[in-house]
C-alpha cells in the first residue's frame, strides 16, 4: 500500500480519500499508517475541517540523523553504526531492523511493525524473519549474544531496543 511507504520515510499527516466505504478498507489503510479516512461522497465542509485537525497535530522534529541508544550509535544519513566507538557493518535488511528498533528506544516495537517496516505488508507473518535478523544483531551490538542485554525479547509481543545495557 502506498501509504505504508511513505509512511517508511515521512511523518507528514495522511488521509485516505476513498470510494471503498467498507471497514476492512479503512482499517488497511490506517494501520497502514493513514491519519484519517474519509469515503466518498463527502462534503467540501467536513474534509476541510478534517484537514485542518490534521495540520493542528504536532508537527515531529526533523528526522534525526543520528541516533544515540546508550553505546549505540547510528548515522542514518550515511547508514553506519558504532558500537562503544567501534563501527559495525550490518546488512541493509540489519541495518533497517536497527534503524526502527533505535526510534522507539526502550519501547516494545511489535512483530507486524517491525515486519512492515523493514519487509513490507506481503510479510506481515514472517515472525521466523525477525527472529533470523535479530539473533544477527545480537551477535553484532551485544557484548554477549547469549545472554542479551541491549535487544530484549517481548514473547509473543516484539522486541525492545533499550538504552541501559544490564550488566
Known sequence: MVTACVRQSHDFPIIVLSARSEEQHQVRALDSGA???????????????????????????????EINVGSVRIDSTQRRVFVRGVEVTLTRTEF??????????????????????????????????????IKLLRSKIE????????????????????????D
Open 35 to 65: 491519519n484519517d479516512y474519509v469515503t466518498k461522497p463527502f462534503r467540501e465542509g467536513e474534509l476541510m475541517a478534517r484537514i485542518r485537525a490534521a495540520l493542528r497535530r504536532p508537527v515531529p522534529a526533523l528526522e534525526r540523523r
Open 96 to 133: 533497517e531492523l536497527l534503524d526502527v528498533l533505535a526510534r522507539s528506544a526502550d519501547r516494545v516495537v511489535t512483530h507486524r511493525q517491525l515486519l512492515r517496516a523493514v519487509w513490507g505488508d506481503e510479510h506481515l507473518d514472517e515472525v521466523q524473519y525477525l527472529r533470523v535478523y
Open 143 to 166: 557484548k554477549n549474544p547469549a545472554r542479551p542485554s541491549r535487544i530484549l525479547t517481548s514473547l509473543g509481543i516484539g522486541y525492545r531496543l533499550v538504552t541501559r545495557e544490564g
